[in-house]
């Protein structure tokens, strides 16, 4: 009898402890609030998420790392002052857009004792310059709390509607059934979770400005005590739903990771320094067809500009204050979603606005009567604005479509005599000048269009496209130039000696406009050159 009262107590204790190891609860407590944070490590591996049951180990921890996503909870206010009004008390989510006209796309989140619920969304649209705010007359409770095994099924459902402008209606309704389906253990690649498992069916419609869109799809969450966000998560999209299988775990650091069948990342600046107020444009050389999400992190608040956003291909940022920045580029696939993403760090450095310092040069500064002479400007700290002055003015003609406001104009001096140049420069910072008297000096020989050599000069085709053929007598010490409209130097190969003829390259060249200047010794022919393709 004592043994049997014995092996009693064993089993009694077998099964309390069972029983005590399935009770890990979920509060509200373990759900996020604002300034909560997550890392999510995507990963490529084929997960059999029906799997499932009482004091069941997940294993998880030699999965294919893929990419990495964050998640930051947000107040309302901290987004969009205005969404204020209608969030107040919840948390803001970053999430895709569902279609490519609307961006900034949050979700709302509100926690209570009972119930962990989405309370409505925003986003904005660009080209009704608008934001639009989605609330929901029916929560969608994501979870009944507290959640724990055997004692939590719930089914619900939600709707909702945008009030706030009616170019662009977006409702969304549905249903959710949710489940606690199984409990034991998770086992990551650097720790290993006591959690219980909810699964969730919900069955979704959206209508974006009068288009459905199928949002249906199964959620399986991992979830442990304390730690905010599901600690594994796998989201599979049902028939006709626009929403990709997503398999995620939560990580506990930053990871470079390269996806090698993913977007080969590439993207450039023309000059990674920059003043406070200038508009830095990003060239994402990227290939392949791809969908891109930006993300700037500095000292201060960067600003897309000029159109642009966070998921244009080649966006405009503005920078409100200095410092060093660092910009990552997300790029994912359109077919398959594979995704990379790429930073550079301390990137682009931003300095304060500080008054030009003002000088000049040019490319000559004695010439024949009618030669054109190229002044360059050379300041310093960045001028926004430039006045050349010339005196005297007469005999003066700016060429090449340049004019007193360019930076590097052109100019033609059809008098003999000596000119003073002025250049005057300004940006945020101030305003400053330079002064050269006498600098220019203009002989009265009529120079270069008399000269026997430069009247068998041909320059053709004219229009040309990819080959500009210069012929003139076999010469030795040629100079050759070529501008464009704006004054600025265009780079060209064409040796100092030419026998009969020779061909300059021109397809690097965009169509329009251009001049070419040759020089030899004091004399200077100049042609204009039309570019057509």
Not at 58 to 79: E, K, L, R
Not at 109 to 138: D, W
Not at 239 to 248: Q, W
Not at 415 to 425: N, T
């Amino acid at each position: 009898m004592k043994r049997l009262f014995t092996m009693y107590l064993i089993c009694l204790f077998a099964c309390c402890s069972t029983l005590a190891q399935a009770q890990i609860s979920i509060a509200r407590a373990d759900m996020p609030g604002n300034k909560d944070k997550a890392i999510y490590t995507n990963i490529s591996d084929k997960i059999d998420e029906t799997k499932t049951g009482q004091n069941y180990s997940w294993d998880f921890s030699s999965v294919t790392d893929v990419s990495q996503d964050s998640i930051v909870a947000q107040s309302p206010g901290s987004i969009n002052i205005a969404y204020n009004l209608v969030f107040f008390g919840a948390s803001g989510e970053k999430a895709n857009s569902p279609i490519p006209l609307i961006n900034d796309y949050y979700n709302f989140y509100r926690a209570s004792n009972s119930e962990y619920a989405k309370v409505g969304s925003a986003f904005t649209v660009p080209f009704i310059g608008a934001n639009i705010t989605l609330t929901y007359g029916n929560s969608d409770r994501i979870y009944k709390l507290p959640l724990t095994w055997g004692n939590s099924k719930d089914s619900i459902r939600f709707s909702g509607k945008s009030t706030t402008n009616a170019l662009f209606p977006y409702n969304s309704q549905g249903y959710r059934v949710t489940t606690v389906d199984g409990w034991g253990k998770v086992k990551l690649n650097y720790k290993t979770y006591d959690c219980i498992r909810v699964k969730s069916v919900v069955v979704q419609t959206d209508s974006i400005a009068g288009a459905p869109v199928n949002y249906s799809r199964t959620e399986y969450k991992w979830l442990a005590k304390g730690i905010k966000y599901p600690v594994f998560e796998v989201i599979v999209g049902a028939n006709g739903s626009i929403i990709n299988r997503t398999v995620h775990y939560f990580d506990e650091k930053t990871k470079n990771i390269y996806n090698p069948n993913g977007p080969k990342i590439n993207f450039s600046v023309k000059d990674s320094v920059i003043f406070i107020g200038d508009t830095l444009t990003i060239s994402n050389s990227t290939s392949g067809l791809n969908t891109w999400m930006w993300s700037v992190s500095g000292p201060g608040t960067a600003s897309f500009v000029a159109t642009t956003n966070n998921t244009s291909r080649n966006p405009k940022l503005s920078f409100s204050k200095e410092g060093t920045y660092t910009v990552t580029l997300k790029a994912t696939t359109l077919i398959g979603g594979l995704i990379n993403t790429k930073p550079r760090t301390n990137w682009i450095v931003v300095k304060p606005v500080t008054k030009p310092v003002c000088n000049f040069s040019a490319n000559r500064t004695t010439h024949n009567l009618n030669g054109t002479i190229n002044l360059i400007d050379e300041s310093t700290n960045r001028p926004r604005s430039w006045n050349w002055i010339i005196s005297p003015i007469d005999g003066v003609e700016f060429e090449a479509g340049t004019s007193a406001s360019n930076q590097s104009p052109l100019v033609k001096f059809t008098k003999a005599g000596l000119y003073s140049v002025k250049l005057e420069v300004a940006n945020g910072g101030g305003g400053a000048f330079a002064l050269k008297v006498n600098y220019i000096n203009i002989d009265g020989n009529t120079g270069i269009n008399n000269t026997t050599l430069f009247a068998k000069t041909k320059v053709y085709p004219n229009p040309a496209n990819d080959v500009l053929v210069l012929e003139l007598p076999t010469v030795q010490g040629i100079n050759c130039k070529l501008y464009n409209v704006m004054g600025q130097a265009i780079p060209i190969q064409v040796p100092t000696t030419i026998s009969s003829s020779y061909s300059i390259s021109t397809s690097h060249l965009p169509s329009g406009a251009y001049w070419l200047q040759i020089s030899i010794g004091n004399e200077q022919f100049t042609s204009k050159v039309i570019i057509s393709r």
